[in-house]
C-alpha cells in the first residue's frame, strides 16, 4: 500500500527553522476570544507550525474527501515516530483521538490543537514519553468550511457558526463505519485502523437533547459481543479514574452518557425542561454503525466523548481537553495493562473465534438492561434565550443541577445468541462482499479449485425493506431458516475464517439477521430480491462452514 506522508498542501513541509515558539501559536478560537471555530485552512496552517516548532510532531494524510481536501493525520511520540512499524516496535500503547466527525460539533477540534500544542511545549510532557499519539483534528473537513450562523442553532455558540453534521455528499459519518461508503470512512479504517492499529480510540462529540447537569458526558463501546474484558477495563477502572480526577483537579461533573426517557420504555425519549420529573437515564445504542461500537468489535478500548452543548463554547473546548489529557494520563500509566488486554483479546478470538463474555454465542439481538438498583443522576437548569443573529430561542446551561435517583439503562445485553461457524463461505461472485471485508482488514483466503463442504445453509423466508431511507438506504431485515446441507463450490471460493482477531466483527457483516450488516445496507439486494421471487427456497449468499476447510487457500489481497 502506497500512502502519501505529505498532506497534498505546501502548508505542511516544514521550514528548518522557526521562531515562533508554542506559546506564540493559537487556534482560531483563542484569536477570537472564542467567537470563530477554525477553518480546514486554520488546522492546516496550526499543524504545520507545530510541525516547525518540534521534532516529535510528524503528520501524514489518511484520506482524501469528496471536495478533495486530504485529511490530516498529526503522530506526537518521543522519540519521533514515523512508521507504524516502529510505533510496534516501541512497546508504547497507539491512542487516536479523532475530532469533526460531526463538523457542528466543534469542540475537539479546537481541544486539540491546543493539547497537542502543549503537549510539545519545552521540552515536551513526558506523556509523550509513555504513548504515542495520533490526532484526526478535522475529521469532517468538507463539513467544515459550511460554516453558517444557521447550522445547530440550539447550541450556546460559537457566534461565528458552524458547519454541518454530514459530508458533503450528505452522510453522517458516525453511520459510516460498517458500510463505509464515504471516501472519508474508508481511509480512516485503512489507513489508521488498519495500518496503525491504535489500542484506544478517542471519538469528540458534543451532545444535544436532555438538560442534565454534566460538562460532559462518555460512553465505552455497548455492543454487547465486544470482549469484555475491554470494555470492563474502560468502565469500570479507566472511566471511573478520569471522572473522578475531573472532579478533584478541575471542578467538572462529568458521567455516562445518557438522555431522560420513560423508564417503561427506555427506548422512547420524552423531553426534558417542562416540569416533568425524569423518569429513567439511558444510553444511545448498541449498534457498530457508531464509531465506539465498532471500535469495540475490533477488540480496541473504545471512548465517546460528549461536551454538553449547552453550556458555553470556551467551556466545551476546556472540559473537552481536560478529558482528553486525564484520558491520556490514565493509558500512560497503566501502559503494560492496555497492551496486555488488547493482545488477549486478539488471541483469544484468534484461537477460538469469539470474544470473552460470548462464548455462548455472539448476539443477534439485544436490549437495554436496568439498573438493580437507582442511580443518582444529575439534571440540570438550562434558560431559553433568544439568539440574536438569527432571532431563535436558543438555550444556555445555567450553573444549578441536582440529583435525581432513578433506574439507569447504561448497557445492553444480548436477547438472542447464535454460535459462530469454523468459517465461512462465499461464492467467487461475492467479490463486493470481500471487497469492503478486506477494507475492514479481515483476513479472506480463496480456494484454488473446486471442493465439496459440509456447510449450514440459510433459506431467506422473508424480506423487509424500511419505508424511508436512511443515509440513501431502505434498511433491510431478513428472516432465515437454515438446513444442513453439503454444497460443491467452485475454485476461487472465499474463505473467512472466524479463527482472527476480528471474528466479532465478521460475525456482525456476514450473519443475515444482523441488524448492521451486509443484508441491513443493501449490499446484497440482488440476491435477497431473487430469494423473494423464488419464494423461500433461495439461499443467502453467505454459507456457514462446520468445519475448517482443510483445502490449498491462498490469502486475498484487495
Request: with cysteine; aromatic share 8%; net charge positive.
Amino acid at each position: 500500500m502506497r500512502l502519501s506522508i505529505a498532506i497534498c498542501c505546501a502548508l505542511l513541509v516544514a521550514p528548518m527553522i522557526s521562531k515562533a515558539t508554542p506559546d506564540d501559536l493559537l487556534s482560531r478560537a483563542e484569536r477570537t476570544n472564542y467567537a470563530e471555530t477554525s477553518r480546514y485552512s486554520d488546522v492546516l496552517e496550526f499543524i504545520a507550525e507545530l510541525q516547525r516548532m518540534s521534532s516529535l510532531v510528524r503528520t501524514e494524510s489518511f484520506a482524501t474527501t469528496t471536495e478533495g481536501r486530504a485529511l490530516p493525520l498529526v503522530i506526537l511520540s518521543r522519540p519521533a515516530i514515523n512508521t507504524p512499524a516502529q510505533a510496534a516496535r516501541s512497546g508504547k500503547p497507539v491512542v487516536f483521538v479523532m475530532a469533526n466527525i460531526h463538523a457542528g460539533e466543534v469542540e475537539g477540534k479546537e481541544a486539540m490543537q491546543h493539547l497537542m500544542r502543549d503537549l510539545v511545549k519545552g521540552p515536551g510532557d513526558p506523556i509523550l514519553d509513555q504513548i504515542i499519539l495520533l490526532v484526526a483534528p478535522i475529521y469532517n473537513a468538507d463539513g467544515n468550511d459550511k460554516i453558517s450562523i444557521t447550522n445547530r442553532t440550539a447550541q450556546n455558540g460559537p457566534k461565528g457558526g458552524v458547519g454541518t453534521r454530514e459530508n458533503a455528499a450528505r452522510l453522517d459519518l458516525n453511520r459510516d463505519f460498517m458500510k463505509l461508503e464515504s471516501p472519508e470512512a474508508r481511509g480512516l479504517i485503512v489507513n489508521v485502523f488498519n495500518r496503525w492499529d491504535p489500542h484506544v480510540v478517542i471519538d469528540l462529540h458534543t451532545t444535544n437533547g436532555s438538560y442534565h447537569g454534566y460538562a460532559l458526558t462518555y460512553s465505552p463501546a455497548l455492543n454487547p459481543n465486544s470482549d469484555r474484558r475491554l470494555v470492563s477495563f474502560a468502565r469500570e477502572k479507566l472511566l471511573p479514574s478520569v471522572t473522578a480526577g475531573m472532579k478533584a483537579k478541575h471542578n467538572y461533573n462529568v458521567y455516562f452518557y445518557g438522555n431522560f426517557v420513560d423508564a417503561k420504555n427506555p427506548n422512547n425519549e420524552i423531553a426534558g425542561g417542562d416540569g416533568t420529573a425524569p423518569k429513567a437515564w439511558a444510553t444511545f445504542d448498541h449498534r457498530p454503525r457508531f464509531g465506539n461500537n465498532y471500535v469495540g468489535l475490533r477488540n480496541r478500548i473504545a471512548i465517546l466523548s460528549e461536551a454538553y452543548s449547552y453550556l458555553d463554547f470556551r467551556s466545551r473546548v476546556d472540559v473537552t481537553y481536560k478529558f482528553v489529557r486525564e484520558i491520556l494520563n490514565y493509558v500512560a500509566g497503566h501502559a503494560s495493562d492496555v497492551r496486555r488486554l488488547v493482545r488477549a483479546a486478539d488471541s483469544a478470538a484468534a484461537a477460538t473465534g469469539s470474544t470473552a463474555g460470548n462464548e455462548d454465542g455472539f448476539g443477534i439481538g439485544f436490549d437495554l438492561f436496568a439498573s438493580p438498583n437507582p442511580v443518582d443522576i444529575l439534571v440540570g437548569g438550562v434558560n431559553r434565550v433568544i439568539d440574536p443573529r438569527t432571532n431563535r430561542p436558543r438555550l444556555e446551561a445555567t450553573r444549578e443541577s441536582r440529583p435525581v435517583k432513578m433506574t439507569e439503562y447504561g448497557e445492553f445485553r444480548a436477547t438472542r445468541r447464535i454460535k459462530p461457524p469454523a468459517a465461512y463461505i462465499l461464492t467467487p461472485d461475492q467479490r463486493t462482499v470481500i471487497d469492503l471485508l478486506l477494507k475492514h482488514g479481515i483476513t479472506v483466503e480463496k480456494t484454488r479449485k473446486a471442493e465439496s463442504f459440509d456447510v449450514t445453509e440459510y433459506l431467506v423466508k422473508s424480506v423487509s425493506r424500511a419505508e424511508r431511507p436512511f443515509q440513501g438506504h431502505r434498511e433491510t431485515k431478513v428472516s432465515v431458516e437454515s438446513v444442513e446441507t453439503r454444497e460443491q463450490f467452485p475454485a476461487g471460493s472465499f474463505v473467512v475464517s472466524m479463527n482472527q482477531p476480528k471474528a466479532a466483527l465478521v460475525f456482525y457483516l456476514l450473519e443475515p439477521e444482523s441488524d448492521d450488516g451486509i443484508a441491513n445496507w443493501n449490499i446484497i439486494d440482488d440476491e435477497l430480491d431473487r430469494a423473494v421471487k423464488a419464494g423461500g427456497s433461495q439461499a443467502y449468499p453467505v454459507y456457514r462452514l462446520t468445519a475448517k476447510p482443510r483445502v490449498p487457500r491462498d490469502v486475498v489481497t484487495q
